[in-house]
């Protein structure tokens, strides 16, 4: 089968049997070359829809045999726009799992909530130790998710991508750590609390600080540097003892290399569970979409990751992250190697090439209404060929 491409147009030419012409009723496939007799005489021409073709001949099947011609090469020529991509992910969202939606709303209210108070100075140790408990209530639906899960939606305004950035860093620690230390249920709570309270500090930071759209001054990242610290005084005061949640809301902006803020560790300087918080913390703000930014594919955020170890990042986590997200992470849009269409929903096994597809378009261009799901690690010869795109966020 060969394939002719540019984004958004496929063109897949094949030979089909006269037997397979049935099942092209509702294909958008054509004749791909004109068809002639042994005297030269045009049969079929080229371009021809094979749907009308097939409604319209009678015994079409018989009368090309007559004619001695037994396979009939086609084109299946299909349009995809962005648009329509978009639409294909958005149908397949409800075929991954995420995080429970009531949890997300009131976590992210919760959040939003405390943000303000620490902001007016009105924040009392019941307004952080409650977005503790919420970490607990996270850490719990982590534990029985079997693969990565982020919490979706539009985020308008800096304050609203904050809250969602604490909650999907809290759910990603939460899984990276069980991935790394399976059966330890503390360090999972440790990094699903710590991922929440994480950017607490940025309660602290001004406004024109925080929200300056572009490059900060020396001054002005001199203040934004002081999160890590201005969060843990709050964490602290609030009533929250645990040294472990208290590294992640310090340390996640320490580097492994070295480098970092705000005491410049190294290695084994910094604590394991604010190397996950590191890791966690980029990843989703790399994939982040924002008001000012498209979303980066998760490919490419993984690759940044992986450039970006040993400098800035632990190796062992980043390389659980890869384990974890796979290369086509749930909500990529992919190509197979037929030509069909389809959304990653997960993977079974661990297997990180062989994702499980919901499929959108079929091999023939036909668009899908109904369910069908194909797991490319059982046992089928399909592949996929290319990622057309990712919804911008991994998910468990
Ligand atoms: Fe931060």
Redesign the pocket.
């Known amino acids: 089968m060969a394939v002719e491409e540019g984004f958004g147009e496929r063109i897949f030419k094949r030979r089909i049997s006269l037997g397979e012409l049935q099942e092209y009723t509702a294909s958008p496939a054509t004749v791909a070359e004109d068809i002639l007799s042994e005297h030269g005489v045009i049969l079929l021409p080229k371009g021809t829809h094979l749907a009308s073709l097939v409604s319209s001949v009678e015994d079409l099947e018989k009368n090309m045999r007559r004619w001695g011609i037994f396979s009939i090469p086609i084109v299946i020529y299909n349009k995809l726009d962005i648009r329509e991509l978009e639409e294909i992910l958005q149908t397949a969202e409800a075929n991954i799992s995420t995080i429970d939606p009531a949890l997300a709303k009131e976590t992210l209210a919760q959040v939003g909530d405390v943000y303000e108070r620490i902001a007016e100075g009105a924040q009392g140790p019941e307004d952080i130790s409650k977005l503790a408990n919420q970490g607990q209530r996270l850490a719990a639906e982590v534990a029985h998710s079997p693969q990565v899960m982020f919490c979706l939606g539009k985020v308008r305004s800096w304050d609203e991508y904050t809250y969602m950035h604490s909650l999907n860093v809290a759910l990603l620690g939460g899984f990276l750590a069980s991935r790394m230390f399976p059966g330890r249920q503390d360090l999972v709570e440790c990094l699903s609390v710590g991922g929440i309270l994480?950017?607490l500090g940025?309660a602290r930071i001004p406004q024109e600080v925080l929200n300056k759209p572009g490059k900060l001054t020396d001054d002005e990242f001199a203040i934004m540097k002081q999160?890590?610290v201005l969060g843990e005084q709050l964490a602290i005061e609030s009533g929250v003892s645990d040294a472990r949640i208290l590294a992640v809301v310090r340390r996640?902006?320490e580097r492994f290399g070295g480098g970092g803020y705000p005491d410049a560790l190294l290695k084994e300087q910094i604590p394991v569970e604010a190397k996950i918080a590191a890791v966690a913390?980029v990843f989703d703000a790399l994939t982040a979409k924002r008001v000012y930014k498209e979303p980066m594919e998760s490919r490419s955020a993984v690759s940044i990751m992986i450039e970006s170890m040993g400098a800035h990042f632990d190796p062992e986590v980043v390389r659980i992250l890869l384990v974890s997200i796979g290369l086509y992470p749930p909500g990529t849009a992919v190509e197979l190697s037929d030509g069909s269409i389809g959304v990653v929903v997960g993977s079974r096994n661990k297997d990180l090439v062989r994702p499980q597809v919901l499929i959108k378009i079929d091999y023939m261009g036909r668009k899908l209404d109904k369910m069908q799901i194909v797991d490319l690690s059982a046992g089928t010869s399909l592949c996929v060929r290319r990622t057309l795109m990712d919804i911008g966020k991994v998910r468990f």
């Open positions: 994480h950017d940025k999160h890590p996640h902006h913390d």
